[in-house]
């Protein structure tokens, strides 16, 4: 029920705003971004048990119509939190982090309804955990210690009525997170991967 009654009251601010606040209104546009975020670590055979941390995104965007077409650029700047716990060598190890996200998007639109996929550069902005070697001893660590720069792709969709829209989407990283060569060692290939659900809104 919380769910339909959320689904109606976008709907009537939808109603209520004039054609001319439309998000798809044909010239680029100023916005905001703020929700949730689902984070894991994935593509190492030797890390199990991964469960994934829930946290928080947001940032701010600008929307540019390419000409009179439904495409638009999106390029975004977002602050998100990463990370999971999963276990190698029967021991559990954990990461927390926080990046500084720009990503860039191609979006379609078709009436109130966007998809969009592109690219992304991801900056490190903290780091925390514990590590355990092989004995289970714990490894403590901070930011210094992993990748600095993640690259990745996303894919998206939204729905967008009046100034305000709700947007799914998942993120993919390409770079391990493992820096210097014991933490990669324990690390192995493990990279970022994200979904996050967001409100939007238009200026």
């Known amino acids: 029920m919380k769910l339909y009654s ?6 009537c601010s939808a109603l209520a705003l004039p054609s001319q606040a439309q998000i798809l ?7 905001l971004r703020l929700g949730v975020t689902g984070s894991n670590l994935y593509d190492d055979a030797k890390a199990e048990d991964r469960n994934g941390r829930i946290g928080l995104l947001g940032g701010a965007f600008l929307k540019v119509p390419l000409g009179k077409s439904n495409f638009a650029i999106r390029p975004e700047v977002l ?3 990463r990370g ?3 276990k190698r060598d029967s021991f559990i190890s954990s990461i927390k982090s926080s990046y500084i996200e720009v990503p860039l998007s191609l979006e379609y ?4 309804v966007n998809v969009h ?3 992304n550069a991801s ?3 903290n780091a925390n955990g514990e590590f355990k070697d092989e004995q289970g001893n714990p490894i403590d660590f901070d930011k210094e210690d992993l990748e600095k720069l993640d690259l990745g792709w996303h894919l998206g969709a939204g729905l967008d009525l009046g100034r305000l829209g709700v947007h799914l989407r998942i993120d993919r990283g390409l770079k391990k997170v493992g820096g210097g060569q014991t933490l990669s060692d324990l690390v192995g290939d493990l990279k970022n991967s994200a979904w996050s659900l967001t409100l939007v809104y238009g200026f």
């Open 6 to 11: 959320f689904i109606f009251l976008l709907l």
């Open 25 to 31: 209104d044909g010239k680029a546009r100023f916005g």
């Open 79 to 81: 602050y998100a939190t």
């Open 84 to 86: 999971a716990t999963f």
């Open 109 to 112: 639109n078709l009436s109130i």
């Open 117 to 119: 996929a592109g690219l």
């Open 123 to 125: 900056l490190l902005a």
